[in-house]
Every structure is written in C-alpha cells, then in structure tokens.
C-alpha cells in the first residue's frame, strides 16, 4: 500500500477529517482512505461539468430494482381528421 502526505491542509479540514472519522468508528488515516475511495470510484464528470439526466434518473431506479414496462404493440397512427 502507498504512502501518502498532504501538506498544507487547514485546520478546519483537519477538524472536519477527525470529526467524521470518530462519527465513522475510523482513524483519520482510515477516513481520508474511505474520502479517496470513494471519490475516485464514482464515475467521473464530463467536461462541462454536467450529467446526463437520463443516466441519472436510471442509475436511482436501478437502486429499487428498477421497473419492467409493457411496452404496447406498435399501430398505425389514424389518418387525419378534417373538419372542413
């Protein structure tokens, strides 16, 4: 496993760091660990910084065990009705 040294971190991070990790039953080296994890194993953003909403809405259904739709049999569309 590496080792890794983060200089210049504020007292308030650090703070924030030993709260959460006492909150988490964690060392402070194991709670920066678990941020790191799980910060790198989300799926990245694109460029723009935006998401695609459909992705998004899918990835909260599949949660739930997502949903199977019957989808209907395809028809013609009727013709157009005039009223003249």
């Known amino acids: 496993?590496?080792?890794?040294?983060?200089n210049g971190?504020?007292?308030?991070?650090?703070?924030?760091l030993e709260?959460?990790?006492?909150e988490n039953g964690r060392t402070a080296s194991?709670?920066?660990?678990?941020?790191?994890?799980?910060?790198?194993?989300?799926?990245?953003v694109s460029p723009k910084g935006m998401f695609n909403l459909a992705d998004f809405i899918r990835d909260r259904v599949l949660r739930?065990?997502?949903e199977d739709l019957e989808v209907p049999e395809r028809s013609m569309m009727p013709e157009r009705v005039s009223l003249r």
Do not use: S
């Open 1 to 6: 496993m590496g080792l890794i040294t983060i």
């Open 9 to 16: 971190l504020d007292a308030e991070t650090e703070a924030a």
């Open 19 to 22: 709260t959460r990790a006492q």
């Open 30 to 44: 194991e709670e920066a660990r678990a941020v790191l994890e799980a910060a790198l194993n989300t799926e990245p």
């Open 64 to 66: 739930f065990g997502g």
